[in-house]
């Protein structure tokens, strides 16, 4: 150590040998800094040392020996690589070293420190993101009126871990209390019964993919709310009688899209949009196994409806009788559906809603109104346009009046309407696993 300690030192001034105190030493190195070592260029030759600058020295190095960190050591005998000097290679360290930290503060050394804020993309439940970031891939599917709809984008995740009806873990705990905006994932698969609708708050996403989500008993009721996703879940066997539907969307409601959802046999219909709720994309769902499927405006007397404005596009009408959808007053725009054996009739548009009808599979059954102008009671016609629709086994359409044109409102791609297509919405529309 002293030979080490003899070649660093041979080039500094021998004041530093009358230090006999750390803050002597401190003082000392404050007011003639080594710098980077381009003094050594000017300094004068060192002289050869006798034996009583060995033994000044060595005192001065079991003087180092007792410097604590408040001097950026220590201990001289343990000076390793993080600091210290063990060798002649090593003297180029005491260059940025000062009396305060043990670093110059011209020339500070970075390190390296590790990440603790990186997370995981895997998504199960002991490794989950804490960033909605990582489920928003799909929103890039967002088409037609309903396309501003962000949910729950950049705000707090739920995750539901309970198949209870109420209680800490369960959809309702989420829906109803958690933060806003709110991101609902699942970390469980099956059956949820509700014994009431859920109320869902603006600016949430119900996300489902990924798990197997049933609803049963009551719906979910969107009333007042704006910008909300619903993605990926079955709402099956309802409760209720006529006043229930599967998903009620009601009251100014606006800025919704719903996503791969699977619906059947609910109370009363399977969808209701009323109440100038507006700006609403229902997209590749599957309906079954019920008789009115979509409600668009309640009565012929709520004119004010006219503000209402929804996209149906590569959805699966599988076998049910009518609505899909019953529109008085609002415009719809649906395309590129697959409307299977309806039972009463497809389109119904009446009160002088308007109906563009676009690239869609008709394929009729014992019934072959695809769309009519005018359903029950209501006084008025509606106006119906068809473009490009694949009429199959005899099915009619009842084309009325001018209607407006889609591309005016937002930007869209309509597949040519065939066989192929239906097959694809088969296979694709509704729930997937």
Known sequence: MIVSMLIACAGVDKNIQEADTPEAMNSYAASNPLGSGNEADN????????????????????????????????????MDSAGGIDSVEDT????????EDGMNETEPVEMEMPDETEESDSDDESNSPSST?????????????????????????????????????TLRECAENSQNPTWIRFEIDGDITLSSPIN???????????????????????SNVSNIIITNIIFKEGTGGDTNDAL??????????????????????????????????????????????MLISASPETTEDAVIQVTIHHNWFKKTNSRHPRLRFGKVHAFNNYFDAWGHYGMGCSQLGQ??????????????????????????????????DLLLNGADIQENGTVFTPSDFYTYNAERASQNLAEQITEQAGWQP
């Open 43 to 78: 300094s004068e030759p060192a002289r050869e040392m006798d034996i009583k600058d060995i033994n000044d020295l060595a005192a001065g190095s079991d003087e180092m020996d007792r410097m604590d960190s408040a001097g950026g050591m220590d201990s001289a005998g343990d």
């Open 248 to 293: 009620k969307i009601i009251d100014s409601t606006h800025t919704v899209w719903v996503h791969h959802v699977s619906f059947s046999n609910y109370g009363d219909g399977l969808v209701d949009i009323t109440l100038q709720a507006t700006n609403i994309t229902v997209s590749w769902c599957k309906f079954s196994n019920h008789r009115k499927v």
């Open 133 to 169: 970031a990582a489920y928003e891939s799909f929103l890039s599917e967002r088409i037609g009126f309903g396309a501003a709809a962000t949910g729950g984008q950049s705000g707090h995740i739920c995750r539901v871990t309970s198949l209870n009806d109420t209680g800490p873990g």
């Open 92 to 99: 180029d360290v005491m260059d940025t070293m000062d009396s």
């Open 355 to 388: 109906c563009y009808s676009e690239a869609n599979v008709f394929e009729a059954d014992d019934d072959t109104d695809a769309i009519i102008k005018r359903v029950g009671e209501d006084t008025n016609n509606g106006k119906v346009k068809s473009v490009n």
């Open 200 to 222: 869902l708050r603006s600016n949430t996403t119900i996300d489902g993919r990924n798990h197997y989500i049933r609803l049963y008993g009551e719906g979910l009721i969107l």
